[in-house]
């Protein structure tokens, strides 16, 4: 039996699985997040306390793992000490009070310098203007930190008291794809080489033993911290070969492409993480757009998650003339182009419409974004996905329907299951990586979303010069 577990921003879980793959059993508690005037923070010590609830419920059920693997969220700044031990209250990658900064960045040519050397864009939550943000106004906080620690590399100093990264949560943004090192000219063009003692080792993941007290693991139970969350989904997807892709409906879109090398020119847009393969990238396009944008729209009009497949239902496609930009982040968006004044839209509004078009105008919206993120991407291959978006049956058919290709669903518990594969047990990655099934478009509706889909875009190129125009 094997432990996968997946510090998510909302839940935490631990998933236990057989040599085959089949889940056995998922623990799960929730992640608090304290949000106000566009911060985002959790406490570290919370997140690690679930982490070792969801443990110590799963090996109370299966006393005798033979490893386990860790994944978690990526990017924001998790500041601790020597011991793991937080600083200050993590900031998370939600976080939006370094905007200010990513504009200025975005104006004096910092950003598009970054781009050039790592392959990645700047946004409020990722760690350059978060750390850029607090030299300027905390930097007692920085002064008394080891580590600006990813979050599930804070919970692996805790099980194990080693202190490291992976190439994945490195590449942004200061790793150079390339050499897969930090680059020393992007951290001096934020501004940070003074702080570069903060950033954490980078090491291929290898497994450590949970030798820590106060942990429920068994004492020496190898554990090996793999790639951050999205990288760990695409490995539980089975998304490795180039041009075939991953779509994560969750909070946010998490969308990406397999590459063979890095994309350094083109808009300053998007990621680029490293992989455990040197001939391999995932050419990241993460929308701050997602469920959460939906979950705004549905408490505004008294509805819930259940209601979602019959207010679908109930609206035809085009949803009546309602049209949805999703921007819906108090950050703006950060794929595929970056924009911290982005807002949401909603236009084509009557005394005629339904609570029903705005729903189905809001999924059509966020499809609409999908669609944009993985052709930004590359995607030319199949397309899995997974995320909590894919219970609704008729949302993964609109999703489906709009992107115009079949959909792979993934097997449950995507990214534990890719925390498992990345430690390299010798497993069957195939077996472990077989979808769940596949949702293919209704040929009678896409035509009809291809024209939508580039009047969306039309839609979001007239918004970006007015956001520009406001800033």
């Known amino acids: 039996m094997f432990i996968g577990i997946d510090v998510g921003t909302s839940v935490v879980k631990a998933a236990a699985f057989d040599a085959t793959g089949r889940v056995l059993a998922v623990e799960s508690r929730p992640s608090r997040t304290r949000a106000q005037d566009g911060r985002a923070e959790q406490d570290p010590d919370e997140v690690a306390g679930a982490v070792a609830e969801v443990l110590g419920a799963i090996t109370a059920r299966y006393p005798d793992p033979v490893a386990a693997g860790l994944t978690g969220q990526g990017d924001g700044v998790w500041l601790i000490d020597g011991d793991a031990r937080p600083v200050r209250p993590a900031i998370t990658w939600m976080d939006a009070r370094a905007g200010d900064i990513v504009a200025e960045w975005a104006a004096n040519g910092v950003a598009e310098t970054v781009f050039r050397r790592t392959g990645n864009a700047l946004f409020p939550g990722c760690p350059a203007p978060v750390l850029a943000w607090l030299d300027r106004h905390e930097p007692a906080s920085l002064d008394a930190a080891t580590?600006?620690?990813?979050?599930?590399?804070?919970?692996?100093?805790?099980?194990?008291g080693v202190r490291g990264t992976d190439v994945s949560d490195a590449s942004v943004p200061f790793l150079d794809p390339r050499t897969r090192a930090y680059d020393a000219e992007a951290l001096a063009a934020c501004g940070l080489t003074h702080r570069a003692g903060l950033l954490a080792p980078v090491a291929e993941p290898r497994p450590e033993g949970a030798v820590l007290a106060g942990h429920p693991l068994p004492a020496g139970l190898p554990i090996t911290a793999g790639p951050f969350d999205v990288p760990a989904c695409a490995l539980g997807a089975?998304?490795?070969e180039p041009?075939?892709?991953?779509l994560i409906i969750g909070t946010t879109l998490a969308c990406l492409a397999v590459i063979d090398e890095p994309r350094l020119d083109g808009e300053p847009t998007g990621f680029h993480f490293a992989t455990g393969r040197r001939d391999r990238w995932l050419r990241g396009m993460p929308a701050m757009v997602g469920t959460a944008a939906l979950d705004w729209v549905l408490g505004a009009v008294g509805a819930a998650h259940r209601d979602l497949d019959d207010l679908l239902a109930a609206s035809p496609p085009g949803a009546r003339g309602v049209r949805v930009l999703p921007f819906f982040s108090p950050s703006g968006e950060r794929a595929p182009f970056v924009e911290p004044a982005a807002r949401a839209e909603i236009t084509g509004v009557s005394l005629e419409t339904t609570t029903a078009d705005l729903v189905r105008?809001?999924?059509?919206?966020?499809a609409y974004a999908a669609r944009h993120?993985?052709?930004?991407a590359g995607l030319s291959g199949e397309l899995a996905v997974a995320g909590g978006g894919t219970r609704s049956e008729s949302w993964l058919g609109l999703f489906a329907d709009v992107l115009g290709r079949p959909l792979r669903v993934a097997a449950e518990e995507a990214g534990a299951r890719g925390a498992v594969l990345a430690a390299g047990h010798g497993l069957d990655?195939?077996?472990?990586?077989?979808?769940?099934?596949?949702?293919?478009?209704?040929?009678?509706?896409?035509?009809?979303y291809e024209e939508e889909y580039m009047a969306y875009r039309d839609r979001v190129a007239d918004a970006r010069e007015r956001w520009h125009d406001s800033s």
């Open 373 to 376: 993120c993985l052709t930004a």
């Open 361 to 366: 105008a809001t999924c059509e919206g966020i």
């Open 238 to 240: 089975g998304v490795t």
């Open 429 to 448: 990655a195939a077996e472990w990586t077989r979808p769940a099934g596949i949702r293919d478009p209704d040929a009678s509706r896409v035509a009809f």
């Open 243 to 246: 041009g075939d892709g991953l």
């Open 147 to 160: 580590t600006a620690a990813y979050c599930k590399d804070m919970v692996f100093q805790r099980l194990t």
